[in-house]
């Protein structure tokens, strides 16, 4: 009887857990979208700092 108890209550708390997780990522979601969208433009940036590859056309390595 003594474990089944010690069960339910690790279930509990795992539940309790995760919703505490999920209502973190809610609650600072704005905040981790624009973080995100940081990432991203800086990986962009990037893309444009190597002016000796400027000079190859990328569509003929797309050919339909």
């Given at each position: 009887?003594?474990?089944?108890?010690?069960?339910?209550?690790?279930?509990?708390?795992?539940?309790?857990?995760?919703a505490g997780l999920i209502c973190v990522?809610?609650?600072?979601?704005?905040?981790?979208?624009?973080?995100?969208?940081?990432?991203?433009?800086?990986?962009?940036?990037?893309?444009?700092?190597?002016?000796?590859f400027s000079d190859y056309d990328d569509d003929l390595f797309y050919e339909?």
């Amino acid at each position: 009887m003594k474990s089944t108890w010690r069960f339910v209550l690790k279930i509990v708390g795992l539940s309790l857990a995760v919703a505490g997780l999920i209502c973190v990522i809610i609650g600072f979601w704005d905040k981790l979208a624009e973080d995100v969208t940081a990432v991203a433009g800086s990986l962009r940036s990037r893309h444009g700092k190597y002016p000796e590859f400027s000079d190859y056309d990328d569509d003929l390595f797309y050919e339909d």
